[in-house]
């Protein structure tokens, strides 16, 4: 065991910054750093900003304290939905991230971080307080169109176009590969029908 360690740490110092950060797993670092930021944004907000109150008063964009029992970006649903949506989402991203995961794509790697951090964030929100803190106003076209979010918000949108960006390349990638005709998703069926179904031996 003790010849392992040295050994690895004879690599890291080796390959010096970058192979270190190699060894990090970097998806759930972003994650973490994510639900932090956005779990410390909204107790100082819930700490310093009353409810209803904007800051400033007249800007485009601004600072008010509002709580949302929906979902993202303050979409109506019911709290069964607001629990069960997000932990389905959160399934489907991470079985995303273990199908490609070999890849070591730092796409991949922030996406999954950044959706599943946000998507963590709101959900502790809902089971500690029951609603969703947003603070993050915007107001355009002379006050008639309002969003309010937050940072978790911010993560999960910015985390959905990363992994779509990720996918895109990644099935282009592969057509170049295998040429025009290939279908990237006629292997991914396949591999579940035979796991499924698997033929029995005569």
């Not at 949302?68 to 019911?78: H, K, M, V, Y």
Request: proline share 4%; glycine share 10%; aromatic share 6%.
């Amino acid at each position: 065991m003790a010849r392992g360690v040295i050994s690895r740490l004879a690599v890291l110092r080796e390959t010096g910054t970058a192979g270190l950060w190699q060894h990090v797993q970097t998806a759930p670092l972003v994650g973490l750093v994510a639900l932090e930021l956005d779990q410390l944004s909204k107790l100082l907000v819930r700490e310093t900003v009353q409810q209803g109150q904007a800051i400033p008063d007249d800007s485009a964009i601004r600072i008010t304290h509002v709580v949302n029992p929906g979902i993202l970006f303050g979409a109506p649903a019911s709290p069964l939905v607001s629990l069960i949506l997000p932990l389905g989402m959160i399934l489907a991203v991470l079985a995303i991230y273990w199908r490609f995961q070999r890849s070591g794509s730092t796409l991949l790697n922030i996406g999954t971080g950044l959706f599943v951090g946000g998507t963590l964030g709101n959900l502790l929100d809902r089971i500690i307080f029951g609603h969703v803190t947003d603070f993050i106003e915007v107001v355009t076209f002379g006050g008639e169109v309002r969003t309010i979010f937050n940072l978790a918000d911010v993560c999960i949108i910015a985390g959905i176009v990363i992994l779509e960006i990720f996918l895109v390349r990644h099935i282009l990638r592969l057509i170049r590969q295998k040429g025009l005709n290939y279908n990237p998703v006629k292997p991914v069926v396949a591999g579940f029908i035979r796991r499924r179904f698997p033929r029995q031996k005569k």
